[in-house]
């Protein structure tokens, strides 16, 4: 169980990297970049099992049973997950589902979207001044789940709120942290393909942000943050070409 990183294919652990090119097997996910997949050996077996907001390619039950049927054929594996494995990636399914079929399994975890993606945008997620505390929550949610994020309440409970798979509701969680207490001028920040070279960042409060966003007609993936470390932004902001791994 591998994570890939936030997008920049420079971002991949040396050991993630190690292992992808050991695989007899990867199955890799929608925003795993191309110039991964090519670290594989050409005898590998390669399977796309990419989702995105609305659409599966292939069922998580179907995506696990794939993976158990190739380890009980004795191949190496590597399930191949953009950012960490074990935020918003199902990873903590996969595994529970590995464990029940007795296969034995490894964690690579990965540089996180949620603190990278800012990052590449000039904006910390902390800062002695501004924020000693975060929260990651994700903005896509099924409607039936049992437990859904309290936005109301998450609103003041800490400095910096970062929202992954939230653009597609930005409206609605805009309101609810409004209605939670935090003021309408508070800053926020939208990038979208964070660490790639198709990279764009916005800034705004929470007033402006949802015209922004559409004027400007942001689209998943995209990464937000709330909170005043957005202002630093103006001081730290810097450009970053993707990087390249030796042999691509």
Do not use: C
Not at 55 to 63: A, L, M, P
Request: charged share 25%; hydrophobic share 40%; aromatic share 4%.
């Amino acid at each position: 169980m591998v994570g890939a990183g936030p997008g920049d294919p420079g971002l991949i652990t040396v050991k993630g990297l190690k292992l992808l090119r050991e695989a007899d097997v990867l199955i890799y996910d929608r925003l795993v970049p191309d110039s991964l997949i090519k670290q594989a050996r050409r005898s590998a077996k390669k399977i796309y099992v990419g989702k995105g907001a609305g659409w599966h390619t292939i069922d998580q039950k179907e995506i696990q049973s794939i993976m158990i049927e190739n380890a009980r054929d004795g191949k190496n594996v590597v399930r191949l997950k953009g950012g960490d494995p074990f935020l918003f990636g199902r990873g903590g399914e996969e595994t529970q589902r590995l464990k029940h079929a007795r296969i034995g399994f490894s964690i690579v975890p990965g540089v996180t979207s949620a603190i990278s993606v800012p990052a590449y945008a000039g904006i910390p997620v902390t800062h002695r001044e501004y924020s000693s505390s975060i929260a990651i929550a994700t903005g896509h949610q099924d409607r039936n789940k049992r437990q859904r994020v309290n936005w109301r309440k998450l609103a003041t409970a800490v400095d910096t709120i970062i929202i992954l798979m939230g653009i597609g509701n930005l409206k609605e969680i805009v309101g609810e942290l409004i209605k939670g207490g935090l003021k309408r001028n508070t800053k926020i920040a939208i990038i979208e393909w964070g660490t790639t070279q198709r990279q764009r960042t916005i800034t705004g409060t929470l007033s402006n942000i949802v015209n922004k966003a559409t004027s400007h007609r942001l689209h998943p993936p995209s990464v937000i943050v709330v909170g005043e470390t957005v202002k630093l932004r103006r001081n730290l902001n810097w450009v970053s070409t993707t990087a390249r791994i030796s042999g691509t």
